[in-house]
């Protein structure tokens, strides 16, 4: 079985600041792990994926994810937050390859 | 491409009646998925279909929960009868095949549904 955890519901962070959003996942098989971001009222769009390539992802908007096996970590950063990046992220994880498990998301908020 | 289409985008309705959302994939995709969100237990996988064929249908809720596809381009999550701890938002996703390590899942806008 496969689940993610997802640390903070809530992340606020300043314009220009670093933005850190924290995944843990739990998988019995080698994981597929993804990042996904949703503006209000719209659907999800995928930022990145990892897929047993290179441990270090990197996505779409700045965004970059590195896949830590020691930690069961796939951790989403971006050097430099901007308003635009206001929006709930989900970390999802795939044992199967066939069907996404979802976190339960984190809301950022970008104060400028 | 226009995208995943869902209709309607908002439903509100009484307990018991009978609800249907659909889903118009983007074309060319032979993939096709239903998720359920909500506060309480997050984004969930209800049934997903390839080239039409129902594959997994473990994440429907119950059997007041049914779902076809009857061709490549239309989808429908049927709920009959409705009850109030069915509102959610409910998404439709596409892609080019099942395998999510190889094949993205394009997201429809939703559809949230409110039974009172």
């Known amino acids: 079985a496969q689940s993610v955890t997802q640390l903070g519901s809530h992340v606020s962070v300043s314009e220009g600041a670093l933005v850190l959003l924290r995944c843990n996942y739990s998988?019995?098989?080698?994981?597929?792990l993804f990042w996904y971001v949703q503006y209000p009222n719209q659907g999800l769009q995928l930022l990145l994926k990892?897929?047993?390539?290179?441990?270090l992802v990197k996505g779409i908007n700045g965004f970059e994810a590195e896949f830590k096996k020691s930690e069961t970590s796939f951790h989403l950063t971006k050097p430099s937050a901007h308003m635009s990046d206001a929006a709930e992220y989900f970390c999802a994880v795939s044992g199967s390859a066939r069907q996404l498990t979802f976190g339960s998301g984190t809301q950022l908020t970008v104060l400028p | 491409d226009a995208g995943v289409i869902q209709s309607p985008r908002h439903e509100v309705t009484e307990m018991g009646q009978e609800v249907t959302l659909r889903c118009k994939p983007i074309?060319?995709?032979?993939?096709l998925f239903w998720y359920r969100q909500t506060m309480m237990r997050g984004l969930e996988l209800l049934i997903y279909?390839?080239?039409?064929?129902?594959?997994?249908d473990s994440g429907m809720p119950e059997d007041r929960f049914s779902a076809k596809m009857p061709n490549a381009s239309f989808s429908t999550l049927k709920i009959q009868p409705s009850e109030p701890r069915d509102s959610a938002v409910y998404f439709c996703a596409s892609s080019l095949g099942e395998w999510v390590s190889s094949y993205e899942q394009y997201f429809g806008p939703g559809t949230r549904l409110t039974v009172t």
């Open positions: 074309s060319g995709h032979n993939s």
């Open positions: 279909f390839n080239n039409n064929v129902p594959i997994d």
């Open positions: 998988s019995s098989v080698p994981p597929y």
């Open positions: 990892y897929t047993s390539a290179a441990t």
